[in-house]
């Protein structure tokens, strides 16, 4: 079974910058993808990045030019670059990754952006 944990969350200040980790174990097979979520009280979950097993990222139209994606297979880690962080950014982060067995989630790391 698959197993994510995630880290890296905490306060910032607008403009700052955090980096997101995540990284799988329980994992024989390939994963196809590795996304990253948030979620604040009330709201449903949204899609922030995502990067396939080809290494194509995709990312929602808010953190375009802010996040970057990336990934290290050899240790089925997925990363979350976030640079100049707002306000609005301040959100519970998940990780997914999805596999032929479906998918696996992380407990979430709580992002705030404040001044």
């Known amino acids: 079974q698959v197993q994510l944990v995630e880290s890296g969350g905490g306060l910032v200040r607008p403009g700052e910058s955090l980096r997101l980790s995540c990284a799988a174990s329980?994992?024989?097979?390939?994963?196809?993808?590795m996304a990253w979520y948030r979620q604040t009280p009330g709201e449903q979950r949204e899609l922030v990045a995502a990067i396939y097993s080809n290494g194509t990222p995709v990312y929602a139209d808010f953190v375009k030019g802010r996040f970057t994606i990336s990934r290290d297979i050899r240790k089925n880690t997925v990363y979350l670059q976030m640079n100049n962080l707002k306000p609005e950014d301040t959100a519970v982060y998940y990780c997914k990754f999805t596999t032929a067995w479906g998918d696996s989630w992380g407990q979430g790391t709580q992002v705030t952006v404040s001044s």
């Open positions: 329980g994992v024989s097979i390939s994963i196809k993808v």
